[in-house]
């Protein structure tokens, strides 16, 4: 059964886990593959320039397959080295594909982001939840651990007091207190997420494709290096940037007091 549905209007392209029916379940067989061939679609059109990720349904997603887990099957089935392998060689794709998309990613959280389901969410560099949200690493109630790097991303959106609060207590906190602790930007009702996420992205896409990714990878790699490095970084990379056309449109656009028109050149 696929993952994703993937939808493109101009700039923004929306992938929806569409396994409404079950609330979602990631870690099937396939999923990585799949995840994957979005994310390197999206990476390779220079006309995206923003990415929605939501769930169908009511749930955004309740995280690994827990019937698979009961039977043994799938991913999480066969001995402890093809567990590991499945890891691997599936979830943990789904996971690199996504951390690797190189424009900026908003998560309509329209429900329950469960477990694998909220380390996915959290993947994304925006967080916008719907009032009917929640949130819960919930692993150690399984007598599993998280096998997603969630003990890696979590603690990088909320802090290490708060994500060990989560993992080892195996709480579900709702969409308020996810905000309070910095989960997520904002809570919407629930039937205005998806018209929320569009308008952020669509503000997003206004913005010079060019200067968007290298934003993003700065960003990102300001996250795991010193400094000077970043300084570096931002130094070789402006000065790339200043050779574009956006930037002179951008300088011309606000010299002329007029909204800009960037290109990608």
Same mark, same amino acid.
């Given at each position: ?50 990415? /929605?990720?939501? %769930?169908?349904?009511? #749930?955004?997603? +309740?995280?690994?397959? &827990?019937?698979?887990?009961?039977? =043994?099957? *799938? ?38 982001? /469960?477990?694998? %389901?909220?380390?996915? #969410?959290?993947? +994304?560099?925006?967080? &916008?939840?719907?009032?009917?949200? =929640?949130? *819960? ?129």
């Amino acid at each position: 059964m696929t993952l994703l549905k993937t939808t493109t209007d101009g700039p923004v392209t929306t992938l929806t886990i569409d396994r409404a029916d079950t609330m979602n379940p990631l870690g099937a067989p396939g999923d990585g593959e799949e995840f994957r061939a979005a994310c390197d679609a999206i990476n390779r059109e220079m006309d995206v320039r923003c990415v /929605i990720l939501t %769930g169908a349904g009511r #749930a955004f997603s +309740a995280g690994g397959d &827990i019937k698979a887990m009961r039977d =043994k099957t *799938g991913t999480f089935g066969g001995s402890t080295p093809a567990i590991s392998d499945g890891y691997r060689d599936n979830i943990h794709m789904m996971l690199r594909a996504l951390h690797a998309i190189r424009v900026p990613v908003i998560a309509a959280v329209n429900g329950p982001a /469960i477990g694998l %389901g909220c380390d996915v #969410a959290c993947l +994304a560099d925006i967080r &916008i939840a719907s009032d009917k949200a =929640k949130f *819960g690493v919930t692993f150690l109630k399984l007598g599993i651990i998280p096998g997603d790097g969630g003990t890696w991303i979590l603690p990088r959106v909320i802090g290490m007091s708060r994500a060990s609060e989560l993992f080892y207590t195996g709480d579900v906190i709702g969409a308020e207190q996810a905000q309070d602790w910095g989960l997520v930007s904002r809570v919407v009702p629930h039937e205005e997420l998806l018209a929320e996420a569009q308008a952020m992205a669509s503000k997003i896409a206004a913005m010079p494709p060019h200067s968007l990714r290298q934003s993003k990878m700065l960003l990102r790699q300001g996250q795991q290096v010193n400094y000077d490095t970043a300084l570096e970084m931002a130094a070789n990379t402006q000065a790339m940037m200043h050779m574009t056309d956006d930037h002179a449109e951008g300088v011309a656009a606000l010299i002329e007091k007029r909204p800009p028109e960037f290109k990608g050149k």
